[in-house]
């Protein structure tokens, strides 16, 4: 017989009123993946997560977490699974110790061997040395692998995070994803909700939510395959300008700032068009082909989701390494 998926949805819906936010939503997750969720602000990415947290009940579809169903059992589902939600949900005048030790309890966690796990996690974490600091007093990535350990404590299969990292400095973005890797090869399975397409990039699997409906999945690569046509990378003293000057240029598919740098999404391999734009305008710029990547792919798949076929409108994007947020999305994912 076929081992049961980590994770698999068949059908999932969610529907608030008259909004429809997460709209039949069928995908397979295998054990020991990593898998990235990604969409515009409003695309279901933080209801679908609380659906099979079971946090939330479907209005129709079901899921299941290594065979077991989210509607029907999920108090068995419960013990198998991590979940982190978008807010800091631990308490924040209890010490570091004290947290752990109380959604330890509550998790079941056997009191023979609980200090040594959590110990172990924290000294993993860098955290082994504020065992007695308030919560409440710690920084932000210091907060978030706080509540990633309490996550852990109970050693679920399968973790399922809600943008963990947003809001966190690089350093600490990157030594928490440390962590998830250290994970992944232990063979835990991971579900990440990310606005970060340096940390997709990261992921072995991704899936593209958009209007509640998974549009596209694969692996980083085959996502960024999806992106037709040639990228370039314009630098100009006046990035904004050139902006301007090249949203007239015919046979574009996309138009974007990156930071300071202006990305075009062209049909034609010919760098000298996009700088005859430029320089007819009266600006100069430097014309680079570079190689398409999740920033990218993020940003052309939701002018996608918006009707590609209609005018290309800039978007902006959040620079190297940062966020990727739709500039027409609304509401939380």
Known sequence: MTAPAAIEAVGLSRRF???????????????????????????????LIRMLATVLRPSAGDASVHGLSVTRQPGRVTPR???????FALYPDLSVAENIEFFATLRGVPAAGRRERMLELLHGMGLADFLHRQAGR???????????????M???DVLLLDEPTTGVDPVSRREFWRILAGLHRQGTTVLVATPYMDEAERCTDVAFLERGRVRHRGTPAQIKALVPGVLFE???????????????LPGLLAVHLYGDVVRVLAKADDPDV????????????????????????????????RGADSPVEPVET??????????SGSGRG
Do not use: C, W
């Open 17 to 47: 009123g008259d909004v429809l936010a997460v709209d039949g939503v069928e995908v397979r997750i295998e054990p020991g993946a990593v898998f990235g969720l990604l969409g515009p602000d409003g695309a279901g990415k933080s209801t």
């Open 81 to 87: 699974i991590g979940y982190m939600s978008q807010k």
């Open 138 to 152: 710690l920084s932000g990535g210091m907060k978030q692998k706080l509540f990633l350990a309490t996550t852990l």
């Open 154 to 156: 109970h050693e679920p």
């Open 234 to 248: 314009v630098r100009a003293p006046d990035p904004r300008a050139a902006l301007a000057a090249l949203q007239a």
């Open 274 to 305: 996009v700088g005859a734009a430029v320089q007819a305008n009266g600006l100069q710029a430097d014309v680079r082909r570079t190689p398409v990547d999740m920033e990218t792919a993020f940003a052309f798949l939701a002018e996608l989701g």
């Open 318 to 327: 959040g620079g190297r390494g940062g966020s990727a947020r739709s500039t």
